[in-house]
């Protein structure tokens, strides 16, 4: 049978080629692939690390706290 591989690739592209499918070429294999955009912020940034715990807790009794 055939065999199919999906690759997912993050990265930046002009709105104008959003939903365009076309054909790439590399190490002498050929791929068919599909812009599909969305409005994250993927371009050039990496994923910012999540906050300590502490500051969610601290956060979480000053809260509480001006509650009083």
Request: charged share 10%.
């Amino acid at each position: 049978g055939d065999f199919h591989v999906v690759l997912y690739e993050k990265s930046c592209v002009l709105q104008a080629l959003c939903g365009i499918t076309g054909e790439r070429s590399a190490m002498g294999l050929n791929f068919t692939f599909t812009n599909e955009c969305c409005n994250t912020h993927l371009c050039n940034r990496a994923a910012r690390p999540a906050p300590p715990l502490w500051s969610v807790t601290l956060l979480t009794l000053l809260t509480a706290c001006s509650a009083w």
